[in-house]
């Protein structure tokens, strides 16, 4: 049997009855789903419900106390035991719905992230996840996408694909649809394929779907299937090594109390829970588990602000950025581009009408200009040519399918009576497509006559010194050094008035020609110039001057001319009055040292090439900024990848970019970068809030223990009221902290260094401060009340307890400022106020509830303790929240 790199297109298509101009019909796909599934690779399984459950047992902690369960069985202490097993259980159901949670929102964040395919189906183009792709589908693939199934070339514009996942050949293979009689080629010589997963570096082109899922070579190479591993963010490191610490303090600090007890004469197996229950109250067991689901919780926020974290990291990295590098073009512009003037013949002509809107004339002066006018009809009719975008009307609208720039052409050629039609006159031969680093494009037709030329349009800078001829009027002349003077004064002209600019030009051929690329662009005849505007999106100026005030630099970088950038840059704001532009052509003289030495004072990069963005990133890390960076392209990917955090575009961006980038703009807004840097910062101080109310906690907890051996007195706590405690009512409030709402002025502070640790910025002072209060204002309790009844130790030990869980529920209030309680309406999160409510009723239940009693050691309190128990609890919150420290 052929395969299918030998069957002719035709072949193709008969056998899998489709036709290119066609597409399949949506009953085909239909039936081809039922028939032969989706196109997917077969990823490992789910973990299952189950498995995620018994997996909250596997802590080190849970399993010292399970061993503790079983130790107080065997000694016939029935009741701690069964204490223990249901304290263990309520938090294992806790810890199972917090990581259903964070899985969940990942879930949906894969959801939204998954890659979309451009497919032809029923006489129209559309997009779908790759998923839906069946056998037989028609796609296009553009330069930077991921291609989504094994396809059948059929057609190729200079289609360069890079195959190194399949092959580990990295050097690009050029694509064409010819068919290939030769026997047994392997996938890297197969030049008339492309394989799902591998990616077009250059061009375009159309294709067949011959193989999806787990039929394509992609799903024949297992190895290939990468089993995502969850890789720790820096925080979540930095947690796991404070546990590691943690842990040998905690094991210091329980053989410290134990010790002492057992010489104040305390029974040893009271003193072993004790110290077992000590232990798991000093390890933050479950903080890095706290932190993953307040890092993912984040996540959905950012997904509602239109940013998509695609790696969990990203999410604490965004609040240390220091510097944002954005594109220009549909980043702070609105990426809708208008034609508004245009130079031809030496003259400047007003294009009016607004938008992709068809309405609008062409005034000369006050005159109204008509096809007569000449070699205007014929410059926009080549705009129409060289140009890969398509007009589509939407709900009445005007659309542009395609590159806003060429867009702009296609509207403008209406405006004089150019439409679809006028192409077919003509016959495309040859197609050099647009890329960054070219900044032109060209194409070379046949026209009805058999005349073959050339035309080429692209940033006028790039034109220009290949144009030896000019058009004007009736008459092809030599380009003098006059008329360049004049054209560049034009440029300057719709530049300064912040328009992009174009030139078109072209270049009679002979059929007998060469067609390679190298010898076609060059000996131009210069026809005119186009000048078009792209308003700036109107929340960017805001935007920017929000992230001003938060210290961080914004940096426009853009393949525009330095004027038309300077004035977009001034008109945005961005650029202040002493700040520089630098351009491309002066980035390569410079130095990577000369670049640091004046990069502080740069606030826009015009006519770069991507390959500049990773000099530029380089230069910002080297002066100690944390980097963000946008692009859409394919060559964008290096500087994003090297970025600190690198971001691409939902609407725009490439699938390379895309992969390349933690965090992905679904509308690809420059303000939705600030937003996710605001969120990335509310989320940090979160994580900071319950950190410290956690630890505070702890330290309160094993304070009270210390100091009552230390003064040779009872058990303040009995080891199932600290298990409690800690496992149970902690819980709530500090997730509540983690859906906390920023203070007003986390966008006013400058951004935080990422080295920073876990107690920077006063948190470990906060800790011990309060903790120690804690501690103290629990002793106290105790000791009024037992001083009072020595005769009823549960009496005492219930007060304690009682203070000590009022005094953490009253301080988790105080958490949610850095500076004091009363600086916020301290009841503004509604969750926690929820929370704390629950923690109380939990607390009251197992105080009063009579069954409970035996088993946490509490008796029903009175009136006179509770006015007790409150007035010491809110002492630590109250007297830091006057001393403001
Ligand atoms: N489709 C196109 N065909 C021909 N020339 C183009 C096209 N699009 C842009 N150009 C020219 O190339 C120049 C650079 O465009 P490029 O797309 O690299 O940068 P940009 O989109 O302005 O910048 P950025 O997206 O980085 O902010 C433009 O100023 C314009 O003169
Ligand atoms: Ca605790």
């Known amino acids: 049997m052929?395969?299918?790199?030998?069957?002719?297109?035709?072949?193709?298509?008969?056998?899998?009855?489709?036709?290119?101009?066609?597409?399949?019909?949506?009953?085909?796909?239909?039936?081809?789903?039922?028939?032969?599934?989706?196109?997917?690779?077969?990823?490992?399984?789910?973990?299952?419900?189950?498995?995620?459950?018994?997996?909250?047992?596997?802590?080190?902690?849970?399993?010292?106390?399970?061993?503790?369960?079983?130790?107080?069985?065997?000694?016939?202490?029935?009741?701690?035991?069964?204490?223990?097993?249901?304290?263990?259980?309520?938090?294992?159901?806790?810890?199972?719905?917090?990581?259903?949670?964070?899985?969940?929102?990942l879930e949906k964040l894969k959801e939204l992230s998954a890659p979309l395919a451009h497919v032809y189906r029923d006489q129209k183009w559309e997009r779908v996840l790759s998923r839906e792709l069946v056998v037989g589908d028609v796609v296009k693939v553009t330069s930077g996408d991921r291609i989504p199934a094994d396809i059948r070339i059929v057609q190729s514009n200079s289609l360069e694909t890079e195959e190194s996942a399949l092959t580990g050949e990295s050097l690009p293979v050029m694509k064409h649809a010819t068919a290939i009689t030769r026997d047994g080629l392997d996938a890297g010589d197969q030049v008339n394929m492309g394989f799902m997963g591998t990616l077009v570096t250059r061009g375009s082109g159309i294709g067949i779907v011959v193989g999806t899922g787990m039929n394509t070579v992609m799903g024949q190479i297992a190895s290939l299937m990468s089993n995502t591993k969850k890789i720790p963010t820096p925080l979540e490191r930095k947690l796991a090594e404070l546990g590691k610490i943690l842990i040998v303090v905690a094991i210091l600090l329980t053989i410290l109390v134990v010790g002492l007890g057992v010489i104040q004469g305390h029974p040893v197996y009271n003193m072993f829970?004790?110290?077992?229950?000590?232990?798991?109250?000093?390890?933050?067991?479950?903080?890095?588990?706290?932190?993953?689901?307040?890092?993912?919780?984040?996540?959905?926020?950012?997904?509602?602000?239109?940013?998509?974290?695609?790696?969990?990291?990203?999410?604490?990295?965004?609040?240390?950025?220091?510097?944002?590098?954005?594109?220009?073009?549909?980043?702070?512009?609105?990426?809708?581009?208008?034609?508004?003037?245009?130079?031809?013949?030496?003259?400047?002509?007003?294009?009016?009408?607004?938008?992709?809107?068809?309405?609008?004339?062409?005034?000369?002066?006050?005159?109204?200009?008509?096809?007569?006018?000449?070699?205007?009809?014929?410059?926009?009719?080549?705009?129409?040519?060289?140009?890969?975008?398509?007009?589509?009307?939407?709900?009445?609208?005007?659309?542009?399918?395609?590159?806003?720039?060429?867009?702009?052409?296609?509207?403008?050629?209406?405006?004089i009576g150019l439409n679809h039609l006028s192409r077919d006159n003509f016959h495309i031969v040859k197609e050099i497509p647009f890329d960054s680093d070219r900044k032109r494009m060209s194409i070379v037709v046949d026209d009805d006559n058999g005349q073959r030329f050339l035309i080429t349009k692209g940033a006028p800078d790039v034109l220009l010194p290949r144009c030896n001829y000019v058009l004007d009027k009736d008459n092809r002349r030599i380009l003098k050094q006059q008329d360049k003077d004049k054209i560049e004064r034009a440029i300057d002209g719709m530049a300064n008035k912040a328009l992009r600019t174009i030139a078109i030009s072209i270049r009679p051929l002979s059929k007998e020609m060469s067609l390679e690329t190298a010898f076609l662009e060059k000996d131009l005849t210069f026809i005119g110039l186009y000048g078009m505007i792209d308003p700036p999106r109107k929340e960017v100026k805001a935007a920017i001057e929000e992230c001003r005030q938060a210290g961080i630099k914004t940096v426009m970088i853009t393949g525009d001319h330095v004027k038309t950038a300077r004035a977009i840059a001034k008109e945005l704001k961005l650029l202040p009055e002493d700040g520089m532009v630098l351009e491309g052509s002066q980035l390569n003289q410079m130095s990577t040292e000369e670049l640091e030495d004046i990069i502080e004072d740069v606030y826009v990069f015009a006519r770069v090439t991507p390959e500049h963005k990773l000099k530029i990133v380089k230069a910002f890390q080297s002066r100690g900024h944390i980097v963000a960076m946008t692009g859409d392209g394919v060559n964008d990917a290096p500087a994003i990848k090297a970025s600190d955090i690198g971001i691409s575009m939902g609407i725009s961006g490439t699938d390379v970019t895309k992969e390349a980038s933690s965090l992905v703009l679904m509308d690809d807004n420059f303000a939705t970068i600030k937003a996710a840097i605001q969120e990335g910062r509310n989320i940090y101080e979160n994580i900071r809030k319950f950190i410290r109310y956690l630890l505070a906690s702890n330290v309160g907890e094993i304070l009270v223990m210390l100091f009552a051996m230390l003064l040779g007195m009872p058990l303040p706590l009995v080891p199932v009221q600290i298990l409690w405690v800690n496992l149970v009512t902690d819980g709530l409030p500090a997730m509540a902290l983690g859906l906390d709402k920023p203070e007003d002025d986390v966008m006013k502070r400058t951004p935080r260094s990422p080295n920073e640790g876990v107690f920077a910025r006063g948190l470990g002072y906060k800790i011990i401060t309060r903790g120690i209060l804690i501690g103290i204002v629990t002793l106290i309790a105790f000791m009024v009340t037992y001083q009072n009844n020595p005769e009823n130790l549960v009496y005492a030990q219930t007060v304690a307890f009682t203070t000590l869980v009022m005094a953490q529920l009253i301080h988790v209030f105080d958490c949610r400022s850095e500076v004091s309680v009363f600086d916020r309406n301290p009841f503004g999160n509604i969750y926690l106020v929820l929370a704390v409510l629950s923690s109380v009723l939990l607390l009251l239940v197992v105080i009063y509830w009579a069954p409970l009693q035996p088993i946490f050691h509490t008796v029903s309190l009175g009136l006179r303790d509770w006015l007790l128990i409150l007035g010491l609890g809110a002492i630590p919150t109250v007297l830091f929240g006057f001393t403001r420290k």
């Not at 369960?69 to 304290?87: P, R, S």
């Open 2 to 105: 052929k395969k299918w790199y030998q069957l002719d297109v035709e072949q193709v298509e008969q056998k899998l009855q489709v036709t290119t101009n066609r597409g399949l019909s949506s009953k085909q796909v239909d039936q081809r789903h039922k028939q032969y599934g989706y196109n997917v690779l077969e990823s490992a399984k789910k973990q299952s419900r189950w498995i995620i459950f018994l997996k909250q047992f596997q802590d080190f902690m849970v399993l010292i106390l399970l061993a503790a369960t079983l130790i107080a069985g065997m000694l016939g202490e029935f009741v701690d035991a069964i204490a223990i097993m249901v304290i263990v259980l309520v938090n294992g159901v806790i810890g199972f719905f917090q990581e259903q949670k964070a899985e969940k929102s």
């Open 273 to 415: 829970l004790a110290g077992v229950s000590l232990a798991v109250a000093a390890i933050p067991e479950g903080l890095p588990a706290i932190v993953t689901v307040a890092l993912s919780l984040g996540v959905q926020r950012m997904i509602r602000k239109k940013a998509i974290v695609r790696k969990l990291s990203a999410v604490e990295t965004l609040g240390c950025a220091s510097v944002i590098c954005s594109d220009k073009t549909g980043t702070m512009t609105e990426n809708q581009m208008t034609v508004k003037e245009m130079y031809v013949n030496g003259e400047s002509i007003t294009v009016t009408g607004d938008g992709y809107d068809i309405e609008g004339s062409f005034l000369l002066g006050n005159k109204k200009l008509t096809d007569e006018y000449p070699n205007l009809e014929k410059m926009l009719l080549y705009g129409q040519l060289c140009n890969n975008a398509e007009l589509q009307v939407k709900k009445g609208k005007y659309m542009v399918d395609g590159d806003p720039t060429d867009g702009a052409l296609l509207v403008a050629a209406r405006k």
